[in-house]
């Protein structure tokens, strides 16, 4: 990398992730660039937006950033609870406003997320993705409240307003929200 500023965003993401080796933290703070860069998450178009900051031809970067994403040793909870907890702190200067969903993918998949309202932009914190049509071998609540117990380290004493549809302005609702405070 040839950018004054790469090297920096390398170092930031090294110290971020500590558990990462030094690779991984080199390759996502990559795929990172390339993905502000590109404006996509299709790693071809990544691939080639990411020529500029390296001396290899599009595919090689490809495959690099496809190992990278495939690594079955890189724990992405942990990784991203490392994260939230560099980020989160932030945003609890002040009540917080989080916004839980239910969204499909498709028939593929349905994505259960709670996220951090912030100015019109929902920030994702914590997600789980099940199937599409199938059954799913949990329920709903347990899903939910599985999101909760993953986020509740993340939000501390952080005065909380959650927000969602309908579906989820019920007592099951409630008792989640009264359990992690």
């Not at 170092?11 to 992730?17: I, N, T």
């Not at 900051?53 to 690099?64: F, N, T, V």
């Not at 049509?133 to 329920?139: A, H, I, T």
């Not at 599985?146 to 501390?156: D, W, Y």
Request: glycine fraction near 6%; charged fraction near 25%; charge should be negative.
């Amino acid at each position: 990398m040839r950018n004054p500023l790469w090297t920096v965003w390398q170092d930031q993401v090294k110290e971020f992730f500590t558990h990462l080796h030094g690779h991984q933290s080199k390759t996502l703070a990559l795929f990172v660039v390339g993905v502000i860069k590109a404006r996509s998450l299709v790693i071809p178009v990544v691939a080639e937006e990411l020529l500029a900051e390296s001396e290899a031809k599009a595919s090689s970067i490809e495959r690099r950033l496809e190992r990278f994403l495939s690594n079955e040793r890189i724990e992405t909870e942990k990784t991203w609870d490392a994260l939230l907890a560099q980020v989160l702190p932030f945003f609890r200067r002040g009540p917080l406003r989080l916004v839980i969903d239910l969204t499909s993918y498709e028939e593929h998949a349905q994505v259960i997320y709670i996220g951090l309202l912030h100015q019109s932009r929902v920030l994702p914190l914590v997600w789980k993705v099940m199937p599409g049509w199938q059954r799913w071998d949990q329920g709903l609540w347990e899903c939910i409240e599985e999101l909760f117990k993953r986020l509740a380290p993340h939000i501390g004493e952080a005065e909380c307003t959650v927000l969602g549809d309908s579906a989820f302005g019920c007592s099951p609702m409630v008792a989640l929200c009264q359990k992690y405070g």
